[in-house]
């Protein structure tokens, strides 16, 4: 079941976003096999991160929340609102993603 994770940071934490975001990426480089996407939210300005939204495969909830609660920018109390609900796409991409590699 694919996990979104909505997540957005505490006021004034720019700093700690970026001190942090190495070691965010490389725990997100674990489950690259299972992403169906991630990235920053963004302020109106197309460039301030303001927060994550992240869609992972998990075995059921608790795993989510079990791989949530060990990612780097949530044990640096980064986030000051956290959701995690389960996800069914039921409507084909269109947006967004690079079109495949011709075979």
């Known amino acids: ?10 006021p004034h934490s720019e700093a700690l976003r ?3 975001r190495p070691r965010h990426k490389a ?4 489950v690259a096999d299972r992403i169906a996407f991630a990235g920053p ?6 460039r301030t991160m303001v927060g994550s939204l992240l869609a ?12 949530l609660s060990q990612e780097p920018f949530t044990k640096a109390g980064l986030y000051a609102s ?3 609900y389960a996800f069914s ?8 993603f690079p079109p ?4």
């Open 1 to 10: 079941m694919i996990y979104c994770f909505h997540l957005i940071d505490a």
């Open 100 to 103: 495949a590699a011709a075979s």
């Open 89 to 96: 796409n039921l409507w084909p991409q269109k947006q967004g």
């Open 27 to 30: 725990y997100l480089a674990t």
């Open 41 to 46: 939210l963004l302020a109106e300005d197309g």
């Open 56 to 67: 992972i495969d998990f075995p059921n909830r608790a795993a989510a929340l079990q791989w």
């Open 18 to 20: 970026t001190e942090v």
């Open 82 to 84: 956290v959701s995690v």
